[in-house]
């Protein structure tokens, strides 16, 4: 992608709440299966501008949430929202580098980009004992998605169904304590305030921008008609 191509991504995706779909009651329920004290020391990885930092400062109130993420405009974001409270430590981090030890890593829609396979292997030496790991995962929920669906998902060739992700959870050597699918609440949390960034930005928009645009506004789109067949799933794993 252009320089340019990222500028237009950027002024779209500028200060929104949250770069995926979650809402604070996956945080509350992650840490309730997982057994989180309040004391916990919690890693949110690839943790975007902060979203989920104050339902995991929640989960722990005695604790401490190291945050990263590699894209420094949404540390920034995250400082902003959180960086004030000591209970935080907010950085610019590649997340396949953590080292712990945590007693929860946290990673919201962001696990695809290292596998999950690979990503659990990686974190299993970052962990505590009795640690947890609880992340969101895209998976198909049929086995006949539609044309429109698998186009939208192109560009990520290796999601599966739950019961793939459930193979990939035992594969890395860790078992799953619970699961379950977002929410359509947890959806529109992203996607309505990037719906109301879109009209603002849209009028005029040519080039790029509005090529970001009408990216963003099918993605939605898609999701909004196709919702039953796909989806992000929250698995709560723990070495075997
Ligand atoms: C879909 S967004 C989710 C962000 C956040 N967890 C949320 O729910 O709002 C994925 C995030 O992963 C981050 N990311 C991707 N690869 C990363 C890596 N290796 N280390 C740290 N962050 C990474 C991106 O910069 C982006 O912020």
């Given at each position: 992608?252009?320089?340019?191509?990222?500028?237009?991504?950027?002024?779209?995706?500028?200060?929104?709440?949250?770069?995926?779909?979650?809402?604070?009651?996956?945080?509350?329920?992650?840490?309730?299966?997982?057994?989180?004290?309040?004391?916990?020391?919690?890693?949110?990885?690839?943790?975007?501008?902060?979203?989920?930092?104050?339902?995991?400062?929640?989960?722990?109130?005695?604790?401490?949430?190291?945050?990263?993420?590699?894209?420094?405009?949404?540390?920034?974001?995250?400082?902003?929202?959180?960086?004030?409270?000591?209970?935080?430590?907010?950085?610019?981090?590649?997340?396949?580098?953590?080292?712990?030890?945590?007693?929860?890593?946290?990673?919201?829609?962001?696990?695809?980009?290292?596998?999950?396979?690979?990503?659990?292997?990686?974190?299993r030496k970052a962990l505590a004992p009795q640690?947890?790991?609880?992340?969101?995962?895209?998976?198909?929920?049929?086995?006949?998605?539609?044309?429109?669906?698998?186009?939208?998902?192109?560009?990520?060739?290796?999601?599966?169904?739950?019961?793939?992700?459930?193979?990939?959870?035992?594969?890395a050597g860790y078992h799953c304590l619970a699961?379950?699918?977002?929410?359509?609440?947890?959806?529109?949390?992203?996607?309505?305030?990037?719906?109301?960034?879109?009209?603002?930005?849209?009028?005029?928009?040519?080039?790029?921008?509005?090529?970001?645009?009408?990216?963003?506004?099918?993605?939605?789109?898609?999701?909004?008609?196709?919702?039953?067949?796909?989806?992000?799933?929250?698995?709560?794993?723990?070495?075997?």
């Open positions: 992608m252009s320089a340019a191509y990222w500028e237009a991504f950027f002024d779209l995706h500028r200060d929104l709440p949250r770069e995926g779909p979650g809402e604070p009651a996956d945080v509350a329920w992650a840490a309730d299966v997982a057994g989180v004290r309040p004391d916990a020391r919690i890693c949110d990885a690839a943790c975007g501008p902060g979203a989920d930092i104050a339902a995991l400062l929640a989960a722990a109130p005695q604790g401490h949430v190291t945050a990263m993420d590699k894209v420094e405009a949404f540390v920034a974001q995250a400082q902003a929202r959180h960086g004030q409270d000591p209970r935080t430590d907010i950085r610019t981090g590649d997340m396949s580098k953590i080292t712990g030890p945590y007693d929860l890593i946290w990673c919201a829609g962001a696990v695809y980009f290292l596998g999950v396979t690979e990503a659990l292997r990686l974190w640690g947890t790991i609880a992340f969101s995962q895209p998976c198909w929920f049929t086995d006949t998605p539609s044309e429109a669906a698998r186009a939208g998902w192109a560009d990520y060739p290796a999601m599966t169904d739950e019961a793939g992700l459930q193979a990939h959870i035992t594969k699961s379950r699918r977002l929410s359509d609440a947890a959806w529109e949390g992203y996607y309505s305030p990037l719906d109301a960034r879109i009209a603002k930005l849209r009028p005029g928009a040519t080039g790029d921008l509005a090529a970001v645009l009408d990216e963003a506004e099918a993605e939605a789109a898609l999701w909004r008609a196709e919702r039953a067949t796909f989806g992000y799933t929250l698995c709560v794993v723990r070495p075997a």
